[in-house]
């Protein structure tokens, strides 16, 4: 009884730890920032540090360059030896695992195999959207060309292209703060951009959707592979 419970325990505090949301920070002005936080943890994806190389990395990839230069080549004789040349002859070309499941399974078989794999990897798009709630989308864009025709005509594309796509984002995913400021400005001569996103991600719907995934994958596709390819017809004998 007292290891049920303690199993028990680890199964309920795995759910509930799972059950607390990640936050995703995205933002891009003159470059992208990726902040992510879970619990107390806070990572910095992007923009990435690169470390500065000091001159110790540097002389010591002088001296390796200069070494690989002043190594001479050694001569190559185009003869091959007889060892060679047999294993040349008996190496055989491996299998084509391709051939082998048209084989097994035919045309209509790794149709219907393909299928099934668009449609474990559809559902399991549409499970993981489900765990993504955008809880802030803010994007400023200022449209600005040379000349003011050219700068009318840019903004008319800009808008026609970016509002239809904001507008399926925030149609299909959950979201609560939104504001989508597109506007031309004849003076600038230049184009800026803003956007600031906040996305929160559940990692439990995200790991149930990963699973589930996997199992409908595994029975509907791996199995049918392996079991088609483990039965390989018998070699009947020469009388």
């Known amino acids: 009884m007292p290891f049920l419970l303690t199993v028990l325990g680890i199964v309920v505090f795995f759910i509930l730890v799972l059950s607390i949301r990640v936050t995703v920070l995205i933002e891009y002005k003159e470059y992208i920032e990726l902040q992510i936080k879970w619990l107390?943890?806070?990572f910095n994806l992007l923009p990435l540090i690169e470390k500065q190389s000091d001159k110790k990395n540097e002389a010591q990839s002088e001296k390796d360059e200069k070494a690989k230069s002043e190594k001479t080549p050694e001569p190559?004789?185009?003869?091959?030896?007889?060892?060679e040349k047999k294993a040349a002859k008996?190496?055989?070309?491996?299998?084509?695992?391709?051939k082998d499941l048209w084989n097994a399974h035919g045309y209509d078989g790794l149709v219907k195999m393909l299928k099934d794999s668009v449609d474990a990897l559809n559902k399991f798009l549409g499970n993981t959207l489900k765990a993504i709630i955008i809880d802030e989308l803010y994007y400023t864009m200022r449209?600005?060309?040379p000349d003011a025709a050219k700068t009318a005509?840019?903004?008319?594309?800009?808008c026609a292209e970016l509002y239809p796509l904001f507008g399926s984002i925030i149609s299909r995913l959950k979201?609560?703060?939104?504001?989508?400021?597109i506007y031309p400005d004849y003076i600038a001569y230049k184009n800026e951009i803003h956007l600031y996103v906040k996305l929160l991600v559940i990692p439990r719907k995200v790991l149930n959707a990963a699973i589930a995934f996997v199992v409908r994958l595994l029975f509907k596709v791996v199995l049918k592979v392996l079991i088609k390819l483990l039965r390989k017809p018998k070699k009947q004998s020469k009388i």
């Open 90 to 98: 008996t190496t055989k070309k491996p299998p084509s695992l391709l």
């Open 40 to 42: 107390f943890l806070k």
């Open 143 to 145: 449209v600005s060309k």
């Open 153 to 158: 005509i840019e903004y008319g594309k800009v």
């Open 175 to 181: 979201t609560r703060k939104y504001d989508i400021d």
């Open 76 to 83: 190559e004789t185009g003869l091959q030896t007889t060892d």
